[in-house]
């Protein structure tokens, strides 16, 4: 496979979660013109600060662990903390659907 095309794949694989962002967002909250673009500048923002902070950090413990996994590890942990705060966002929310009367 060319490099070309390899690039193109990855990039694709790479953008396409964004578009899944829009929709979870659009089902859940009524947004209007201004709550799209909003939204695409706070995701802009959070994946700027991720990829500012997170090599950072990897550096910081790699020369605290001195294991080269370290990183892993720590993306593991983020990834925790992301799925425990999403389940418990998903979880009132749906106690606050089924308690609001029809």
Known sequence: MKIAAKFF???VLFFVPLGVIYAVWSQGEPVGM???P???GLVGMIGGLGGFVLPLLFGVLNDITGIW???FMALFVLILLSLGWMHTA???RE????????
């Open 9 to 11: 794949l990855t990039g």
């Open 34 to 36: 201004l709550g799209i």
């Open 38 to 40: 909003l939204l695409g």
């Open 69 to 71: 996994s370290s990183c």
């Open 90 to 92: 998903i979880r009132r």
């Open 95 to 102: 106690r606050r659907l089924v308690a609001q009367p029809a």
